[in-house]
T-cell receptor, first 113, second 116 residues
Framework: RKEVEQDPGPFNVPEGATVAFNCTYSNSASQSFFWYRQDCRKEPKLLMS???SGNEDGRFTAQLNRASQYISLLIRDSKLSDSATYLCVVNKILTGGGNKLTFGTGTQLKVEL | DTGVSQDPRHKITKRGQNVTFRCDPISEHNRLYWYRQTLGQGPEFLTYFQNEAQLEKSRLLSDRFSAERPKGSFSTLEIQRTEQGDSAMYLCASSLAFATTNEKLFFGSGTQLSVL
Protein backbone atom coordinates (compact mmCIF):
# COMPACT_ATOMS: atom_id res chain seq x y z
CA ARG A 1 0.00 0.00 0.00
CA LYS A 2 1.30 3.45 -0.92
CA GLU A 3 2.06 5.76 1.96
CA VAL A 4 -0.08 8.53 0.43
CA GLU A 5 -3.01 7.64 -1.82
CA GLN A 6 -4.92 9.96 -4.11
CA ASP A 7 -7.41 9.54 -6.95
CA PRO A 8 -5.34 10.41 -10.06
CA GLY A 9 -8.33 11.88 -11.90
CA PRO A 10 -8.53 13.70 -14.22
CA PHE A 11 -11.30 15.83 -12.79
CA ASN A 12 -12.83 17.84 -15.64
CA VAL A 13 -14.99 20.65 -14.27
CA PRO A 14 -16.58 23.78 -15.74
CA GLU A 15 -15.30 27.18 -14.72
CA GLY A 16 -16.99 28.33 -11.52
CA ALA A 17 -17.54 24.84 -10.18
CA THR A 18 -16.57 23.63 -6.72
CA VAL A 19 -14.27 20.62 -6.69
CA ALA A 20 -12.98 18.50 -3.83
CA PHE A 21 -9.90 16.29 -3.67
CA ASN A 22 -9.22 13.69 -1.01
CA CYS A 23 -6.21 11.80 0.10
CA THR A 24 -5.40 9.19 2.73
CA TYR A 25 -2.08 8.46 4.38
CA SER A 26 -0.90 5.31 6.12
CA ASN A 27 1.83 6.50 8.49
CA SER A 28 0.21 7.68 11.70
CA ALA A 29 3.59 9.14 12.73
CA SER A 30 3.34 11.77 9.99
CA GLN A 31 3.78 15.16 11.56
CA SER A 32 2.61 17.77 9.11
CA PHE A 33 0.60 17.92 5.95
CA PHE A 34 0.47 20.00 2.80
CA TRP A 35 -1.06 20.43 -0.61
CA TYR A 36 1.34 21.23 -3.45
CA ARG A 37 0.42 22.30 -6.95
CA GLN A 38 2.39 21.15 -9.99
CA ASP A 39 1.90 22.51 -13.51
CA CYS A 40 2.87 20.36 -16.48
CA ARG A 41 6.66 19.94 -16.71
CA LYS A 42 7.23 22.36 -13.83
CA GLU A 43 8.39 21.97 -10.26
CA PRO A 44 5.91 21.44 -7.41
CA LYS A 45 4.98 24.57 -5.46
CA LEU A 46 3.49 24.78 -2.00
CA LEU A 47 -0.21 25.63 -2.15
CA MET A 48 -1.03 25.46 1.53
CA SER A 49 -0.38 23.71 4.80
CA UNK A 50 -3.16 21.59 6.29
CA UNK A 51 -4.27 21.71 9.92
CA UNK A 52 -6.79 19.75 11.98
CA SER A 53 -8.71 22.95 12.63
CA GLY A 54 -9.06 23.48 8.91
CA ASN A 55 -7.61 26.42 7.06
CA GLU A 56 -8.69 28.62 4.24
CA ASP A 57 -6.77 30.69 1.72
CA GLY A 58 -9.08 32.57 -0.59
CA ARG A 59 -10.97 30.01 -2.69
CA PHE A 60 -9.02 27.10 -1.22
CA THR A 61 -9.93 25.23 1.97
CA ALA A 62 -7.90 22.36 3.41
CA GLN A 63 -8.83 19.97 6.18
CA LEU A 64 -7.06 17.24 8.11
CA ASN A 65 -8.69 14.38 10.00
CA ARG A 66 -5.93 12.69 12.00
CA ALA A 67 -8.19 9.96 13.37
CA SER A 68 -9.15 8.85 9.85
CA GLN A 69 -5.76 9.78 8.36
CA TYR A 70 -7.56 11.75 5.71
CA ILE A 71 -6.75 15.07 4.05
CA SER A 72 -8.99 17.13 1.81
CA LEU A 73 -8.76 20.16 -0.46
CA LEU A 74 -11.77 22.15 -1.63
CA ILE A 75 -11.55 24.65 -4.48
CA ARG A 76 -14.49 27.01 -4.87
CA ASP A 77 -15.33 29.07 -7.97
CA SER A 78 -12.67 27.27 -9.99
CA LYS A 79 -10.73 29.23 -12.62
CA LEU A 80 -9.07 28.09 -15.83
CA SER A 81 -5.75 28.90 -14.13
CA ASP A 82 -6.46 26.28 -11.44
CA SER A 83 -5.83 23.54 -14.02
CA ALA A 84 -2.85 21.61 -12.66
CA THR A 85 -1.95 18.49 -10.69
CA TYR A 86 -2.58 18.72 -6.95
CA LEU A 87 -0.22 16.70 -4.80
CA CYS A 88 -1.11 15.59 -1.28
CA VAL A 89 2.00 15.59 0.90
CA VAL A 90 2.81 14.28 4.37
CA ASN A 91 5.92 15.19 6.30
CA LYS A 92 8.17 13.32 8.70
CA ILE A 93 11.10 14.82 10.58
CA LEU A 94 14.45 13.23 9.71
CA THR A 95 17.71 12.82 11.61
CA GLY A 96 19.12 16.28 12.11
CA GLY A 97 15.73 17.91 11.81
CA GLY A 98 15.26 17.87 8.05
CA ASN A 99 11.85 17.27 6.51
CA LYS A 100 11.06 14.20 4.42
CA LEU A 101 8.09 15.00 2.24
CA THR A 102 6.17 11.99 0.93
CA PHE A 103 4.05 12.90 -2.08
CA GLY A 104 0.95 11.24 -3.43
CA THR A 105 0.74 10.57 -7.15
CA GLY A 106 -1.32 13.72 -7.60
CA THR A 107 -4.83 14.47 -8.80
CA GLN A 108 -5.13 16.15 -12.16
CA LEU A 109 -7.65 18.99 -12.46
CA LYS A 110 -8.82 20.43 -15.76
CA VAL A 111 -11.06 23.47 -15.60
CA GLU A 112 -12.96 24.08 -18.82
CA LEU A 113 -14.95 26.97 -20.30
CA ASP B 1 16.94 35.05 -10.10
CA THR B 2 17.21 34.15 -6.42
CA GLY B 3 15.42 30.80 -6.61
CA VAL B 4 16.85 27.27 -6.66
CA SER B 5 18.82 26.74 -9.84
CA GLN B 6 19.47 23.37 -11.49
CA ASP B 7 21.74 22.56 -14.38
CA PRO B 8 21.33 21.16 -16.95
CA ARG B 9 17.57 21.40 -17.60
CA HIS B 10 17.69 18.37 -19.88
CA LYS B 11 20.19 15.55 -20.27
CA ILE B 12 20.08 12.74 -22.82
CA THR B 13 22.61 9.97 -22.34
CA LYS B 14 23.28 6.45 -23.45
CA ARG B 15 22.91 3.53 -21.10
CA GLY B 16 26.12 2.90 -19.19
CA GLN B 17 27.34 6.51 -19.24
CA ASN B 18 27.89 8.61 -16.13
CA VAL B 19 25.97 11.85 -15.61
CA THR B 20 26.29 14.65 -13.07
CA PHE B 21 23.70 17.26 -12.15
CA ARG B 22 24.22 20.46 -10.22
CA CYS B 23 21.94 22.32 -7.84
CA ASP B 24 22.47 25.83 -6.49
CA PRO B 25 20.15 26.46 -3.54
CA ILE B 26 18.81 29.79 -2.36
CA SER B 27 21.87 31.46 -0.89
CA GLU B 28 21.05 31.52 2.83
CA HIS B 29 19.43 28.06 2.87
CA ASN B 30 21.34 25.46 4.87
CA ARG B 31 19.26 22.41 3.96
CA LEU B 32 19.29 20.86 0.49
CA TYR B 33 17.22 17.94 -0.77
CA TRP B 34 17.22 15.74 -3.86
CA TYR B 35 14.02 14.14 -5.12
CA ARG B 36 13.23 12.05 -8.20
CA GLN B 37 9.96 12.13 -10.13
CA THR B 38 8.90 9.65 -12.80
CA LEU B 39 5.96 10.14 -15.15
CA GLY B 40 2.60 9.90 -13.41
CA GLN B 41 4.12 9.74 -9.94
CA GLY B 42 4.80 12.25 -7.21
CA PRO B 43 8.38 13.19 -6.31
CA GLU B 44 10.27 10.65 -4.18
CA PHE B 45 12.83 11.60 -1.55
CA LEU B 46 16.43 10.57 -2.35
CA THR B 47 18.71 12.35 0.12
CA TYR B 48 19.26 15.53 2.12
CA PHE B 49 22.10 17.67 3.43
CA GLN B 50 22.34 20.05 6.31
CA ASN B 51 25.22 22.32 5.39
CA GLU B 52 27.86 19.92 4.00
CA ALA B 53 26.69 16.85 5.96
CA GLN B 54 24.60 14.24 4.18
CA LEU B 55 22.24 13.21 6.96
CA GLU B 56 19.81 10.81 5.30
CA LYS B 57 19.71 8.64 2.20
CA SER B 58 16.73 6.78 0.81
CA ARG B 59 16.89 3.09 -0.07
CA LEU B 60 16.12 4.33 -3.60
CA LEU B 61 19.66 5.70 -3.77
CA SER B 62 21.61 2.71 -5.04
CA ASP B 63 25.40 2.43 -5.02
CA ARG B 64 25.45 3.99 -8.49
CA PHE B 65 24.17 7.26 -7.05
CA SER B 66 26.29 9.68 -5.09
CA ALA B 67 25.53 13.17 -3.88
CA GLU B 68 27.85 15.77 -2.46
CA ARG B 69 27.67 19.24 -1.03
CA PRO B 70 31.32 19.97 -0.37
CA LYS B 71 31.16 23.53 0.92
CA GLY B 72 27.62 23.56 2.15
CA SER B 73 26.47 25.60 -0.83
CA PHE B 74 25.85 23.94 -4.24
CA SER B 75 25.32 20.20 -4.53
CA THR B 76 25.99 17.62 -7.22
CA LEU B 77 24.21 14.34 -7.90
CA GLU B 78 26.14 11.78 -9.94
CA ILE B 79 24.70 8.65 -11.47
CA GLN B 80 27.22 6.09 -12.66
CA ARG B 81 26.54 3.44 -15.30
CA THR B 82 23.10 4.85 -16.07
CA GLU B 83 20.20 2.48 -16.73
CA GLN B 84 16.96 3.13 -18.58
CA GLY B 85 15.12 2.99 -15.26
CA ASP B 86 17.04 6.09 -14.15
CA SER B 87 15.08 8.20 -16.65
CA ALA B 88 13.20 10.72 -14.54
CA MET B 89 13.04 14.34 -13.45
CA TYR B 90 15.61 15.01 -10.71
CA LEU B 91 14.43 17.82 -8.45
CA CYS B 92 16.47 19.77 -5.96
CA ALA B 93 14.92 21.72 -3.10
CA SER B 94 16.35 23.94 -0.40
CA SER B 95 15.13 25.34 2.89
CA LEU B 96 16.19 27.33 5.89
CA ALA B 97 16.20 25.15 9.00
CA PHE B 98 13.50 25.99 11.52
CA ALA B 99 12.55 24.18 14.67
CA THR B 100 9.11 23.42 13.24
CA THR B 101 7.51 20.81 11.05
CA ASN B 102 6.27 23.49 8.67
CA GLU B 103 9.64 24.30 7.14
CA LYS B 104 9.03 25.44 3.59
CA LEU B 105 10.92 23.73 0.79
CA PHE B 106 11.61 25.61 -2.45
CA PHE B 107 12.04 23.41 -5.50
CA GLY B 108 14.16 24.06 -8.56
CA SER B 109 12.86 23.44 -12.08
CA GLY B 110 14.54 20.06 -12.19
CA THR B 111 16.86 18.18 -14.55
CA GLN B 112 15.03 15.85 -16.95
CA LEU B 113 17.19 12.78 -17.60
CA SER B 114 16.53 10.48 -20.53
CA VAL B 115 18.61 7.30 -20.76
CA LEU B 116 18.53 5.70 -24.20
Amino acid sequence: RKEVEQDPGPFNVPEGATVAFNCTYSNSASQSFFWYRQDCRKEPKLLMSVYSSGNEDGRFTAQLNRASQYISLLIRDSKLSDSATYLCVVNKILTGGGNKLTFGTGTQLKVEL
Amino acid sequence: DTGVSQDPRHKITKRGQNVTFRCDPISEHNRLYWYRQTLGQGPEFLTYFQNEAQLEKSRLLSDRFSAERPKGSFSTLEIQRTEQGDSAMYLCASSLAFATTNEKLFFGSGTQLSVL
